[in-house]
């Protein structure tokens, strides 16, 4: 491997990823931005996964095979993988999705033109045209009185890995939903750019440590994660947003305990009641119909329109 740090690390955490990990790798060689380094971070896996990851290592210096000595669990390991980062980009890749080759020229072209943001999220956004700076009350407008922006994966993102550290890293004790956590805590800190859609494929299938049996018990805390977050003082929202937010929130919970209690899941509804963080009298203040717009966090103008971006105006 050369001394040099490239410009981006991309960290490709792997655990009994057999199926799936040479197109996953070969999705990052074939990336038109050629100056990264690719670091696979095995977690103890039991199959062939860290056989055909060296294979790859073996014919090209760029990719290094990290082989944890007992299984960390996801979030754990990819912090463990971001530690190990020389870039100064940091691009998580999950070892069954496939990078598109435009992926790292795109993120990393944009975010380097915006250097008041501290990372870049990609998805196909409602609201205006992307790429967008969203500061941190836009963040907390688009999630919260827009249609969502923390539903996003790590591997949507690219990080300044100084920005990442600088954030302390995924939280470790909510499973799967720990992506969620971080969101919440990144997104009121750090302006993000929004890079516009179809820069990745996430692919679905049932071995995603989401479909876990203990992933709906973590997913059922956010309720209460969002709430806390809702009332802290670093919470960008005025006054007006916040009390909009808060009620949007626990429509959004009071809805999920319906759906779970209809669908005979009872120890899992009460489980979202017992974690809400929401008093008697909170239910009774807050609990109504939400209040959301396809607009909201988009830059509008004096009309009430999106703005168009720069890059659409001819010279």
């Not at 960290?11 to 074939?30: G, H, K, Q």
């Not at 995603?208 to 709906?216: I, K, R």
């Not at 956010?222 to 626990?250: F, H, K, Y």
């Amino acid at each position: 491997m050369t001394t040099d740090a490239p410009a981006v690390s991309v960290v490709m955490t792997a655990f009994n990823r057999e199926a799936y990990i040479a197109e996953a790798i070969e999705s990052v060689l074939v990336q038109t931005y050629p100056d990264f380094e690719l670091i696979v971070v095995d977690d103890a896996s039991t199959d062939r996964t860290v056989a055909v990851a060296r294979e790859y290592a073996a014919r090209d210096p760029r990719v290094r095979v990290v082989v944890n000595e007992r299984n960390l669990g996801q979030f754990p390991n990819r912090n463990h993988g971001a530690s190990l980062a020389r870039g100064r980009f940091l691009k998580f890749h999950d070892s069954d999705d496939l990078l598109y080759p435009h992926c790292l020229d795109v993120m990393i072209r944009l975010l380097e033109a915006e250097p008041c943001a501290g990372f870049g999220i990609t998805f196909t956004w409602p609201g205006g045209p992307a790429p967008i700076v969203s500061t941190p009350q836009m963040n907390y407008r688009r999630e919260f009185l827009g249609y969502g922006m923390f539903m996003c994966g790590p591997g949507s993102a690219l990080f300044r890995t100084s920005v990442f550290r600088s954030l302390g890293g995924f939280p470790t004790d909510f499973g799967p939903a720990g992506d969620y956590v971080f969101w919440l805590h990144a997104c009121a800190e750090c302006s993000v750019v929004l890079f516009p859609g179809d820069l990745f494929w996430y692919r679905s299938h049932s071995g995603q440590e989401l479909y876990l049996p203990d992933g709906a018990r973590h997913y059922a805390r956010l309720g209460g994660v969002t709430w806390r977050a809702l009332q802290a003082s670093t919470c960008p929202l005025d006054e007006t947003e916040r009390a909009i937010a808060m009620r949007n929130s626990a429509f959004g919970t009071a809805k999920q305990i319906w759906r779970d209690l209809r669908a005979g899941r009872w120890e899992l509804g009460l489980f979202r009641v017992r974690h809400a963080g929401l008093t008697p009298a909170d239910w009774v203040r807050w609990l109504r119909p939400p209040k959301r717009s396809g607009l909201a966090g988009s830059p509008l103008d004096g009309r009430g329109e999106c703005v168009v971006p720069a890059w659409m105006r001819l010279p």
